[in-house]
């Protein structure tokens, strides 16, 4: 459903101020439709949204987010965005999360995706990514793996498991660039002091049309095509941003093992 084709009510209200079943009629658990009323309620007071693109989002079906990432909040801004654009994203994160009191249990009770990191075990988070993809649901990952250790705030290169599940699963894969939400816990560096800051800031989320990888899905599977698809993943995420951020950005990409920006033509 696009935004021209929403019921007029709907068209004529800022999407966040519909309540969920205006705006969601997917199944979800319990624990996942209080927690996202939760973040709802609270998110006036500390932001002002921007929200573009949210026709971009298909309304059933598999299908794959990519998003840059920022800092430690932007998992909310980001989930209150696709939830409130109609459905309850499956997030890979960190397995470290599912061991912390509370939230584990809130991450194990809301479907999320567990990525047990620098193992050989990480890959099997693409197996429960391909299995919620299968069953039609919206899985959504950061293809740079971590918070982007760039000095300036722009996407990093990428790991492949965003690639990787992209053209084995042939789900559409749906970018969604973001920016401000550092400004609420820091960026690569925790900062709950930044909670205090008085004055709602701005964050800003766009969704864009589906990237087209259909010439990579010809190639043998295989490392090149994985890099190949990484590379035109995180260009498409590059150039939202830039939109965002109405700047240019650097010649080259920020390469977190290597502390420095490399050639983007290096990366592929």
Same mark, same amino acid.
């Given at each position: 459903?696009?935004?021209?084709?929403?019921?007029?009510?709907?068209?004529?209200?800022?999407?966040?101020?519909?309540?969920?079943?205006?705006?969601?009629?997917?199944?979800?658990?319990?624990?996942?439709?209080?927690?996202?009323?939760?973040?709802?309620?609270?998110?006036?007071?500390?932001?002002?949204?921007?929200?573009?693109?949210?026709? +971009?989002?298909?309304?059933?079906?598999?299908?794959?987010?990519?998003?840059? +990432?920022?800092?430690?909040?932007? %998992?909310?801004?980001?989930?209150?965005?696709?939830?409130?654009? =109609?459905?309850?994203?499956?997030?890979?994160?960190?397995?470290?999360?599912?061991?912390?009191? %509370?939230?584990?249990?809130? !991450?194990?009770?809301?479907?999320?995706?567990?990525?047990?990191?620098?193992?050989?075990?990480?890959?099997?988070?693409?197996?429960?990514?391909? !299995?919620?993809?299968?069953?039609?649901?919206? %899985?959504?990952?950061?293809?740079?793996?971590?918070?982007?250790? $760039?000095?300036?705030?722009?996407?990093?290169?990428?790991?492949? =498991?965003?690639?990787?599940?992209?053209?084995?699963?042939?789900? &559409?894969?749906? &970018?969604?660039?973001?920016?401000?939400?550092?400004?609420?816990?820091? =960026?690569?560096?925790?900062?709950?002091?930044?909670?205090?800051?008085?004055?709602?800031?701005?964050?800003?989320?766009?969704?864009?049309? &589906?990237?087209?990888? $259909?010439?990579?899905?010809?190639?043998?599977?295989? /490392?090149?095509?994985?890099?190949?698809?990484?590379?035109?993943?995180? $260009?498409?995420?590059?150039?939202? %941003?830039?939109?965002?951020?109405?700047?240019?950005?650097?010649?080259? /990409?920020?390469?977190?093992?290597?502390?420095?920006?490399?050639?983007?033509?290096?990366?592929?």
């Amino acid at each position: 459903m696009t935004d021209s084709t929403r019921p007029t009510a709907q068209r004529r209200a800022a999407a966040w101020r519909l309540p969920l079943r205006a705006v969601n009629s997917e199944p979800a658990p319990w624990v996942y439709r209080a927690l996202g009323n939760l973040v709802h309620g609270v998110m006036p007071l500390l932001a002002r949204r921007h929200w573009q693109g949210r026709e +971009h989002i298909p309304s059933t079906g598999g299908a794959l987010v990519v998003a840059n +990432h920022i800092g430690n909040f932007d %998992v909310l801004v980001l989930g209150e965005y696709l939830i409130w654009a =109609g459905r309850w994203p499956r997030f890979l994160g960190k397995s470290e999360i599912w061991k912390v009191p %509370v939230l584990g249990w809130v !991450a194990r009770q809301a479907e999320q995706i567990p990525v047990v990191r620098h193992t050989t075990a990480a890959a099997d988070s693409l197996i429960h990514a391909k !299995a919620a993809l299968r069953h039609g649901k919206l %899985v959504t990952i950061y293809p740079e793996g971590t918070i982007t250790a $760039d000095p300036d705030g722009w996407p990093m290169t990428s790991k492949t =498991g965003a690639a990787r599940l992209a053209l084995e699963t042939g789900v &559409p894969v749906i &970018p969604v660039a973001q920016i401000g939400a550092q400004q609420f816990l820091g =960026g690569k560096k925790l900062q709950f002091r930044k909670l205090l800051h008085f004055g709602r800031r701005d964050v800003h989320v766009m969704a864009g049309p &589906p990237i087209d990888l $259909d010439h990579l899905r010809e190639m043998p599977a295989g /490392r090149e095509a994985y890099e190949l698809a990484s590379v035109t993943i995180m $260009d498409t995420l590059t150039a939202m %941003v830039e939109q965002l951020r109405g700047e240019e950005a650097p010649e080259g /990409r920020w390469d977190i093992r290597a502390g420095e920006r490399i050639p983007r033509r290096r990366q592929a």
